[in-house]
């Protein structure tokens, strides 16, 4: 018995009829870039998150950097981040010239600590990027009071979280990607709403923002051909929109169905009592809805598990198996080893194990038994 670690043929199957005359829809009309599928699939999205405005663009990636350049980041700024996340999030900083500057991660979720975050506002800081990983939001309370209090903007790295939601000590509920300035999204085919392609969008309640991100994703232009700002291109593809159409219909029944098979998962670490020998499993919390991207534990002996759940056909991955902060890239930064003690810890010791909606309960079994048994 093979477990992938996700099934992406499983879930096209199921809706196959619908996605497929999406598809066709698009081919038959040769509105390829831009048109209708474009245009509803951002109002669905900003209908799904709340917001007031979206704009889609070609991915993630650019989802951030059109967010950072809609905020005027430029050479001399510095952006607060954490270092352990896709590259994507400091990648976009750099790009422009400015400079990330990582704080470490809280042991409990993986996301930045905020306790952290004051000691590296300086001067030239004009922004806090958090990342919501693996579907679970930072404290965006902590997070959105040091913004007001040193003038900050925040601009959330959502790629993961789409539908997750975080609760404030005043009882108000909001959405990732709705609490800072500017929100991003992928919809890169593995995320929770995945493309058959790359895509992502952008989301805001500031109408300036949205106005200028639509005008930064082609090339500045507004109208076309009259150049108001240096932009990029970066449009969602209308197949892409056509496809995500349909897909964010099931959403929110998707998410239901990943939260029960992290339950699942959470009740049998807890029965087998392997608590002692996993140190970090993601569980649920009332009204910090965790929408389990991935399902990560900490393990003593991680790369031992692996070998023997792999060589046992199951799919594992490890995020990210090196802190941004000890990139070759990042090298002209001047951090070390040791700096990130615990992202390095997280690094070394964690694990992604399978989880998708359509994932069965006797594959949730299985992993866990290979996981428990003695090598
Ligand atoms: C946290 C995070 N940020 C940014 C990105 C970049 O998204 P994309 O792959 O769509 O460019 C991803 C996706 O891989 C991600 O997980």
Known sequence: MKIPLLDLKVQYLSIKNEVDSAIQGVLNNTSFIMGEEVNKFEESLKSYIRSEYAVSCASGSDALLLALMAIDVKEGDEVITTPYTFFATAGAI?????????VDIDEDDCNIDVSKIEKAVTENTKAIIPVHLYGKCADMEKISEIASRYDLKVIEDAC???????????????????????????FFPSKNLGAYGDGGAVVTNNKDLAEKIKILRVHGSSPKYYHKYIGINSRLDAIQAAILNVKIKYLDEWTMRRIEKAKIYSNMIKEKVMENRISYYPFFEYGKQHIYHQFVIQIENRDEVIKRLNDNGIGTAVYYPVPLHIQECFKDLGYKKGDMSVSERKAETTLALPIYPELKKIFIEKIIDIIGCKS
């Open 160 to 186: 993961q979280s789409i539908g997750a939601n975080f609760r404030f000590e005043d009882g108000t509920v909001k959405q990732a990607g709705t609490i800072g300035d500017i929100g991003c999204f992928s």
């Open 94 to 102: 750099s790009r422009l010239g400015a400079k990330p500057v990582f």
